[in-house]
């Protein structure tokens, strides 16, 4: 059974969509049955280019990825999820919708990439986040994700935190 992930951020543009693309990638190139989604609550409705341009850099397919609504997850019909990952600390503050299934909810925060000075500076601040989600996403897929339960999973998930 597909583990799916959701990750939020308040405008779905950077962090959020940095952590998609990393986890669906790092799954598929480690045969782990996992599929990640993204969304937020304010959707800026573009990715940021400086977060498309971070993952091609490093030889990630973005076709497809697109700022979108937490309620699109909310809905009937949507993919259930396992878990849900916070991004931004605002998005972290904000009432959530109501998840289908109860997922486990971790906040793993990291700085807006796009606050960074100057346009070599994002650039730097953009592939730093990229790597710094791509640790915790590895982290993540070595989870026995099919064996835990919602305790252990959120065990897990704050152990990863801390690391």
């Given at each position: 059974?597909?583990?799916?992930?959701?990750?939020?951020?308040?405008?779905?543009?950077?962090?959020?969509?940095?952590?998609?693309?990393?986890?669906?990638?790092?799954?598929?190139?480690m045969?782990?049955?996992?599929?990640?989604?993204?969304?937020?609550?304010?959707?800026?409705?573009?990715?940021?280019?400086?977060?498309?341009?971070?993952?091609?850099?490093?030889?990630?397919?973005?076709?497809?990825?697109?700022?979108?609504?937490?309620?699109?997850?909310?809905?009937?019909?949507?993919?259930q999820?396992?878990?849900?990952?916070?991004?931004?600390?605002?998005?972290?503050?904000?009432?959530?919708?109501?998840?289908?299934?109860s997922?486990?909810?971790?906040?793993?925060?990291?700085?807006?990439?796009?606050?960074?000075?100057?346009?070599?500076?994002?650039?730097q601040?953009?592939?730093?986040?990229?790597?710094?989600?791509?640790?915790?996403?590895?982290?993540?897929?070595?989870?026995?994700?099919?064996r835990?339960?919602?305790?252990?999973?959120?065990?897990?998930?704050?152990?990863?935190?801390k690391?």
């Amino acid at each position: 059974m597909t583990t799916n992930v959701l990750i939020l951020c308040t405008h779905n543009s950077a962090r959020s969509v940095l952590a998609e693309a990393m986890l669906n990638h790092l799954a598929s190139k480690m045969g782990k049955n996992v599929r990640a989604f993204s969304a937020g609550s304010s959707p800026s409705g573009r990715v940021n280019p400086l977060a498309i341009e971070a993952l091609t850099k490093a030889g990630i397919d973005v076709s497809g990825y697109r700022s979108k609504s937490w309620d699109e997850f909310a809905q009937d019909g949507a993919p259930q999820m396992r878990i849900v990952i916070t991004v931004c600390d605002s998005a972290a503050a904000e009432a959530c919708p109501f998840w289908p299934g109860s997922p486990v909810k971790v906040h793993w925060g990291y700085a807006d990439p796009s606050n960074a000075p100057g346009d070599e500076g994002k650039r730097q601040a953009f592939d730093l986040t990229r790597q710094a989600i791509g640790y915790r996403m590895l982290q993540l897929l070595e989870l026995p994700l099919d064996r835990l339960g919602d305790a252990e999973l959120q065990q897990a998930l704050n152990d990863i935190l801390k690391s």
